[in-house]
């Protein structure tokens, strides 16, 4: 028998509910989760069919893994240690076809029609933000999502990630004078960490 589940309760409960059994629990806390983490995701691999795909995979591995959750760290802070991981292994998976990979429009030789006049001048700025996110490197782009997206303290970030705290420290400073860099137009390669 499963019982309702209401909003306040906390998420170490709704796993102790759900290692007893209850399907209920575990969708609530699908439910609470699944927003953050999909944008996490999508933010990640820069692909919503992806994106998808992964959340999918993160909550198949929390399903199968939540009765080893010791409730060391808060619940959200788990999930997003299995997202990035799902994410790090997805790009990796992908990094030898994307390496390989031309832009579609220039392989058929299609010229890009132009913007429309007036053109709203915030979404160009969010498309090369989000373009230029895409472009870091994995570790400065996790680290860079978890701290200044997400908004994870760095000792969050660094557990989530398994590294040290300086290390995220310093992938999210180079984050950000990549994304400076890029938005300003000047190559990746004259970026140097001060």
Not at 37 to 49: D, F, I, T
Not at 53 to 64: K, M, T
Not at 147 to 170: N, Q, Y
Request: proline share 3%; aromatic share 6%.
């Amino acid at each position: 028998m499963t019982v309702a589940v209401r909003a306040d309760i906390p998420d170490l409960e709704l796993v102790d509910r759900h290692r007893q059994g209850d399907l209920r629990a575990f969708e609530e806390l699908y439910t609470r989760h699944a927003g953050r983490l999909y944008g996490l995701a999508w933010r990640m691999v820069g692909n919503a069919a992806d994106a998808e795909d992964l959340l999918q995979d993160i909550f198949l591995q929390a399903h199968r893994k939540l009765d080893g959750f010791r409730g060391h760290s808060a619940l959200a802070t788990w999930l997003y240690r299995l997202a990035m991981n799902a994410c790090l292994d997805h790009l990796r998976s992908k990094r030898g076809r994307m390496n390989q990979a031309t832009d579609s429009l220039d392989a058929d030789g299609r010229m890009t029609p132009a913007a429309p006049a007036g053109a709203v001048e915030l979404t160009v700025r969010r498309v090369d933000l989000e373009r230029a996110i895409g472009q870091l490197p994995e570790g400065c782009r996790a680290a860079f999502l978890l701290h200044d997206v997400e908004g994870f303290e760095h000792r969050e970030v660094a557990d989530m990630l398994g590294i040290a705290e300086g290390t995220s420290k310093s992938q999210v400073h180079k984050a950000r004078l990549r994304l400076r860099a890029a938005l300003r137009g000047v190559p990746a390669r004259d970026v140097r960490a001060t």
